[in-house]
Every structure is written in structure tokens, then in C-alpha cells.
């Protein structure tokens, strides 16, 4: 449709697994043309990643890869290694994961990339870089190890229950692309867009990498706590646990009335939360047995009510239910597809979803006809 944001934009997207592919269909939700270069025979490594599926199809493929067309090309094939060009030629943006020096092995790098195409703007997302980590895997649960996530998750050695590091730096690639489209719009030049899994990482570790960079402080593992507030962590409740996160003195004192423990908030020792971070472990104590009375949905309604922080925890099923019951529209479907809605709201140019994930090579003939006009 002409409507949408990125209408006319035409994205060859050479990328797979997550990160890229995340990037594309966000982009694609916002209305680029997205062409997913996939090889003959398996395409894309998630098409096999299951259980689960949906009707035949991996769940984890089709999280990142609606509104897009799949054409299958041999890139060692010398005529399907023309067609690649050809849609390099024509395309305002590239994106690809490949090992840093493939696409070069295959003309299809930078430097040849722009002298087919000067105003396209090349996206590559690498593991480690392209120099000294230009030799090692670009998996997630690498990067959250080496990159220090780990080591402040849980109680130490924890990964995230999700590829978090790969979706990371999925948003930081699609926000270079975007700022790489208002370069080429204002100059009619392109330009390189290089994220990398480490150095995306380290940015989303914010307070945590602040700690370090700029007072030589290394954190440590401590579960579900916050290093710097109190009390910000997980409580046992009657029932199930809960989190409470009262960011300030205002907020704790207001929990301490609900609890019907004044002489909490009226204890000296709490009454900031540098003091309550000092003594995390008393206060901690005191306010878990107090929450002991009460299941936590009770606690929910009446902490909510008063304006403190807090929440059950919840699984998938229900946090879709809370948004949903938010007037959120978390999920929709495409071309009977269950989808998670793009987060992005746009008054003027909201998202579309107007192609389920498509099979492998669904789109060769489509493709093939648009490039050859």
C-alpha cells in the first residue's frame, strides 16, 4: 500500500535465524518490500527449528518473517549469483548475516555493492565485528556469555529465556537502516550500516555497563534484586510470587501503609533508599512476611490501587491475556497465521500485516518478473 511509512522501500534481505530477519519484518510491518534470499532445498535454519509448529510450519520462523517474499538462489550458482546482483541493483537497502568476507567472496560485498548500487544503504550484522571477532560464531548465547549478561543474570551463569541479545541487535539494525534511508533521501547517497551482537549487548546493559565504564565497578549476579533500588525484586505471597519495584521513598511509604507496617517507613534505617539498600536483608525480611498474608492478586488490586509498582508474575499465556484485556491488540492474525502485533503504534502510517510467512521459494516467479522489468 502507498500509505505506509516506508512504502517504495526495497529491501533485499540476505540474513537469517534472528536478528536480521526481526530487523526486516519490523521494517516490512512499516511498509518495505522485503525479498528473503534463502537457499534451495532448506532455506532459512528456522524453517527447521521445532517442535513447536503451526499446520507444518516452525513457530520460531514464523515470529520473523511475515510480509516478506521468499526467493531461493543458489548464490554459488554463476545464474542465480546474477539474479542476487540484479536485486542488489535494484534494492534501497541490503541487509545480511553472513561471516564477515562471504559476501565479498561472492561480489556481492560493500565496495561491489555500491558500485552496482550508489545509493544503497548495506546493513551487515556480524557477531563480533568484522576485524579481530571476525572469526567467531555469532550466536546469541555466545554473545551473552562472553558479553557479560550472564554473569548478572539469575544467580550467575543464567541465560535470558529468549534470544534477547540477537532481537537487540535487530532494533539497532533497523534503526541504522533508518538512519541510513534519511542520509541517502537528503544526498542520494548510500552508506555501510555494521552492528554487531558484543557491542549491542554491552549498550543494552546500560546502568549495568555504566557501573563499570564510568566507576570501575563490576556487578555481580543477585536474581531477581536490583543493585541500586530497594525493595525492587521478587516477594512469596500466600499464593505465588509477585514483583514489587517501589522506585522511591514516596512509593515505599505508601507500601508500608498498605502493609500496615508504619514503623517500616518510620524506621530510620529505611527512610531512603540508600538507606534501604544498605539494609536490604532486615527490610526484605519484614516485608515478605507481611505480603505472607495475602494471595498475590489481592496484593496486586490494592498496591496497584495506591499507586505502588507491582505485579504477579506471570506466564506467556497470561501476559498476552493482560495485554489483550489492556486494549493492547497483542496479536493478530495473517492469512489464518497467529502473529505478535508490531509494537510500533503511528497514527498517520500504522504497521500492515499484509503476507503470512511465506513458504520456501513461494515468491521466485514474482520476483524474478519484477526484476527483469
Known amino acids: 500500500m502507498s500509505d505506509r511509512a516506508l512504502s517504495g522501500v526495497l529491501i533485499a534481505d540476505f540474513s537469517r535465524v534472528l536478528a536480521g530477519p526481526y530487523a526486516t519484518m519490523l521494517l516490512a510491518d512499516l511498509g518495505a518490500e522485503v525479498v528473503k534470499v534463502e537457499r534451495p532445498g532448506g532455506g532459512d535454519d528456522t524453517r527447521s527449528w521445532g517442535p513447536p509448529y503451526a499446520d507444518g510450519e516452525a513457530t520460531y520462523f514464523l515470529s520473523v518473517n511475515r510480509n516478506k517474499r521468499s526467493i531461493t538462489l543458489d548464490l554459488q550458482d554463476p545464474d542465480d549469483l546474477e539474479v542476487a546482483r540484479a536485486l542488489v541493483s535494484r534494492a534501497d537497502v541490503l541487509v545480511e548475516n553472513f561471516r564477515p568476507g562471504t559476501m565479498d567472496r561472492l561480489g556481492l560485498g560493500w565496495e561491489r555493492a555500491r558500485e ?9 550484522i556480524t557477531g ?23 554473569s548478572v543474570t539469575g544467580d550467575g551463569a543464567t541465560k535470558t529465556g529468549v534470544a534477547l541479545v540477537d532481537v537487540i541487535t535487530g532494533l539497532h539494525a533497523s534503526l541504522g537502516v533508518l538512519a541510513g534511508l534519511r542520509h541517502r533521501d537528503r544526498t542520494g547517497e548510500g552508506q555501510r550500516v555494521e552492528v554487531s551482537l558484543l557491542s549491542s549487548l554491552l549498550s543494552a546493559l546500560v546502568n549495568q555497563a555504566s557501573a563499570y565504564v564510568a566507576a ?3 556487578p555481580q549476579a543477585m536474581g531477581n534484586r536490583h543493585p541500586s533500588i530497594v525493595p525492587y525484586e521478587v516477594f512469596e505471597t500466600a499464593d505465588r510470587p509477585m514483583v514489587i519495584a517501589a522506585g522511591n521513598d514516596r512509593q515505599f511509604r505508601v507500601l508500608c501503609r498498605v502493609l500496615e507496617r508504619p514503623d517500616l517507613a518510620d524506621d530510620p534505617r529505611f527512610a531512603t533508599n540508600a538507606g534501604r539498600v544498605a539494609a536490604r536483608e532486615p527490610l526484605v525480611e519484614a516485608l515478605t512476611r507481611s505480603l505472607a498474608r495475602r494471595t498475590a492478586d489481592e496484593w496486586f488490586t490494592a498496591l496497584t490501587e495506591a499507586g505502588v509498582p507491582c ?31 508490531n509494537p510500533i503504534r503511528l497514527g498517520a ?23 527483469e522489468r
Do not use: H
Not at 116 to 124: A, F, K, R
Not at 132 to 142: H, R, V
Open 116 to 124: 552496482l548500487n550508489p545509493g544503497l544503504v548495506y546493513c551487515s
Open 128 to 150: 563480533f565485528g568484522a576485524d579481530k571477532g571476525a572469526g567467531l560464531p555469532g550466536y546469541d548465547l555466545i554473545a551473552q556469555a562472553v558479553g557479560g549478561l550472564m
Open 216 to 218: 570501575g565497578a563490576v
Open 311 to 341: 505485579g504477579p508474575i506471570n506466564d506467556i499465556a497470561a501476559a498476552f491475556d493482560l495485554a489483550a484485556e489492556l486494549g493492547l491488540d497483542p496479536a493478530v492474525r495473517v492469512d489464518g497465521v497467529g502473529q505478535v502485533a
Open 349 to 371: 502510517t500504522p504497521p500492515a500485516y499484509r503476507l503470512a510467512p511465506p513458504p520456501l521459494g513461494r515468491d521466485d516467479a514474482w520476483v524474478r518478473e519484477i526484476l
